[in-house]
């Protein structure tokens, strides 16, 4: 069994930052690309970072040079930066990860989601 929790979600500004944490436990052997989605009501969930293992990074356009991801591969913790916030980034961030387990499966998770709401 693998939990991802995450943290730092609330209610900010338009211009103001914010940094989202997710921490995984569990049966965990290894953890390989960890990322994050957001999602709006009515909406799909989109992609909004992801981060290798190595430490290669990926952004949606919409986010690029205002959020940045990172890892703590010790801790298997994730973050996100996220500065210079918009209206429109108000969302759930859900963090995600594909982990292998101690019985050697390799399985994707999330998390249960955190609120982001960035007010004009």
């Known amino acids: 069994q693998v939990q991802l929790v995450e943290s730092g979600g609330g209610l900010v500004q338009a211009g103001g930052s914010l940094r989202l944490s997710c921490a995984a436990s569990g049966s965990i052997r290894s953890i390989g690309t960890m990322g994050w989605y957001r999602q709006v009501p009515g909406k799909q969930r989109e992609l909004v970072a992801t981060i290798t293992g190595g430490g290669s990074t990926t952004y949606a356009d919409s986010v690029k040079g205002r959020f940045t991801i990172s890892r703590d591969n010790a801790k298997n913790i994730v973050y996100q930066q996220m500065n210079s916030l918009k209206p429109e980034d108000t969302a759930v961030y859900y963090c995600?990860?594909?982990?292998?387990?101690?019985?050697?499966?390799?399985?994707?998770?999330w998390g249960q989601g955190t609120q982001v709401t960035v007010s004009s």
């Open positions: 995600t990860a594909v982990v292998r387990t101690l019985e050697g499966t390799f399985s994707g998770y």
